[in-house]
């Protein structure tokens, strides 16, 4: 552990510990570790034949968490880095009385965007991914280009936020007063090009 009242981001030797009682951030290191899933238990392994026993719980553990949350029939799909990132995105949604159809931790990729694309068939406006604090994929954001996806991603949850409510002002806009030609539209770095059919 870092030592007390020092910043992590600065070399310091670490302080070892055997066991930590109450909250405490950690430094972990290891293998693999980006296919760790942030926000969730750590189980450890003292014999080899402990390993699949502690993936099946940690597969379950991760599954009971995603499966809590209460999806809708129609809305947007949520992407975000960490568990607790997306509980908290999806808190603020619910508060702002936007539905999500389906949720995700990590990259965006081409399952996600067909899995949101679904919405195309029912509504558009909700045909959009919400990404926060994830990367896209390259295949992923052109799969979306081609078929009619919106991905909005940011590191900040008003930003996201605002760029989707823009998204769906021009969306209504459009549906309400299809003679009219809206050509650009730009909100901070959202770029739209809509043509509206007479």
């Known amino acids: 552990m870092p030592q007390p009242l020092r910043e992590l981001r600065v070399k310091n030797a670490y302080v070892n510990h055997k ?41 379950k553990v991760v599954s009971s968490m995603l499966s809590a949350i209460k999806l809708q029939e129609r809305g947007v799909y949520v992407q975000a ?8 995105l999806l808190a603020f949604l619910k508060q702002s009385k936007i539905p999500y159809c389906g949720v995700n931790i990590g990259p965006v990729h081409k399952r996600d965007v067909m899995k ?10 909700w045909a959009v991914i919400l990404a926060f604090d994830v990367k896209v994929e390259r295949e992923a954001q052109e799969i979306a280009d081609n078929v009619g996806v919106k991905i909005f991603t940011a590191d900040i949850i008003y930003h996201l936020f605002d760029n989707f409510l823009l998204h769906r002002k021009v969306h209504t806009h459009i549906h309400t007063h299809t003679r009219k030609e809206i050509t650009f539209l730009k909100l901070k770095t959202v770029k739209l090009l809509v043509f509206c059919i007479h």
């Not at 949101?116 to 406006?125: F, I, N, R, Y």
Request: hydrophobic share 40%; charged share 25%.
């Open 19 to 59: 066991a930590i009682i109450a909250s405490q951030g950690v430094k972990i290191t290891g293998k693999d570790l980006e296919k760790t899933l942030a926000g969730t238990p750590i189980f450890v392994a003292k014999k080899p034949d402990e390993i699949e026993v502690l993936k099946d719980e940690a597969s």
């Open 81 to 88: 880095s960490t568990l607790g990132s997306l509980e908290a």
């Open 116 to 125: 949101a694309s679904v919405m195309l068939e029912h509504d558009s406006q």
